[in-house]
């Protein structure tokens, strides 16, 4: 059996950074909104374990490079799946990949908590989305954003979220400079 996903690339419209936290991190107070722009991840069953098999990048991507193995998101969320639900045999998943990356539109973090809601559904547990939290959590900052979507207030570490009624529609216009920007060094330079 064969399912498709869409994985949405955010913005953040506002993004403060307010102090640092005991742990090391930083105290954030920011809005997420997801894009129409977006990634595709294909899951097929398999026999048995769980693996990215494919990554295909969009034209405006030539030249990235994105790894396939156990440091993408996507295979961290499906082996935590695994570990904490189970799996009915294997998955493979191809990605197309359309969020740039570097950009600071999230799309790891998408790959990844889409990952989480693709097998919930396909699997059919965890019953709540709520149950899936932690483990995103421990996948990354912005992850837990990507359980909820659409707009939403983060605070803490950015994963304590309110959602927030959508506004109207609005027109963006995204301009991506030719240099990706590391989200960890951005906060570690601060």
């Given amino acids: 059996m064969r399912w498709s996903f869409r994985s949405p690339a955010k913005i953040n419209p506002h993004l403060a950074v307010v102090g640092r936290r005991a742990d090391g991190f930083h105290e954030l107070k920011l809005l997420f909104q997801t894009l129409d722009l977006h990634d595709v991840l294909h899951f097929e069953s398999t026999a048995n374990g769980f693996a990215l098999a494919e990554v295909q990048l969009s034209d405006g991507l030539a030249g990235s490079t994105l790894s396939r193995f156990d440091d993408n998101l996507i ?21 197309e990949k359309s969020i740039p990356l570097g950009g600071g539109l999230g799309g790891g973090s998408s790959n990844a908590g889409t990952t989480l809601l693709a097998l919930r559904e396909i699997c059919g547990r965890p019953t709540a989305v709520s149950d899936l939290w932690p483990v995103a959590r421990e996948l990354g900052a912005d992850v837990p954003y990507f359980l909820l979507g659409e707009l939403a207030a983060g605070f803490g570490r950015g994963d304590e979220l309110v959602a927030l009624e959508d506004g109207p529609p609005e027109e963006l216009i995204l301009a991506m400079p030719r240099e990706s920007i590391s989200t960890a060094e951005v906060f570690g330079a601060l």
Wanted: charged share 25%.
């Fill in 75 to 95: 295979v961290r969320a499906g082996h935590a799946f695994e570990r904490r639900w189970g799996l009915p045999g294997g998955f493979r998943v191809w990605l």
